[in-house]
């Protein structure tokens, strides 16, 4: 069966960094988009990041835009996130999701889902 398994989340202190990874299995990885989403107490899940097939095509939202980067490495079924200048805000639990075709920033038309890994920014 598919599975998706997010790691790199922690504690990091504001302007900070972490680099979140998720690796899948069970699924022709090269064949899907890939996006990730946080869920903060509290909150609706949102749209952060995705990225399209090849990773020649990248999507961020306006509030991660500039400090966050997604890429994959689709020889190793692994997408990342890098995220830098991180802020207390960032203070989430991250989900990856895998979906066929174009990126989208609703959650709901993803395929897959990672169990989530908690990222909190303190101040």
């Known amino acids: 069966q598919v599975q998706l398994v997010e790691s790199g989340g922690g504690l990091v202190q504001a302007g900070g960094s972490l680099r979140l990874s998720c690796l899948a299995s069970?699924?022709?990885?090269?064949?899907?988009?890939m996006g990730w989403f946080r869920q903060a107490p509290g909150k609706e899940r949102e749209f952060v990041a995705g990225?399209?097939?090849?990773?020649?095509?990248?999507l961020y939202a306006d509030s991660v835009k500039g400090r966050f980067t997604i890429s994959r490495d689709n020889a190793k079924n692994t997408v990342y996130l890098q995220m830098n200048s991180l802020k207390p805000e960032d203070t989430a639990v991250y989900y990856c999701?895998?979906?066929?075709?174009?990126?989208?920033?609703?959650?709901?038309?993803?395929?897959?889902w990672g169990q989530g890994t908690q990222v909190t920014v303190s101040s």
């Open positions: 990225i399209n097939l090849s990773g020649g095509s990248t």
């Open positions: 999701a895998a979906r066929p075709l174009n990126i989208v920033v609703r959650g709901d038309l993803y395929d897959y």
């Open positions: 069970g699924l022709i990885f090269s064949r899907y988009t």
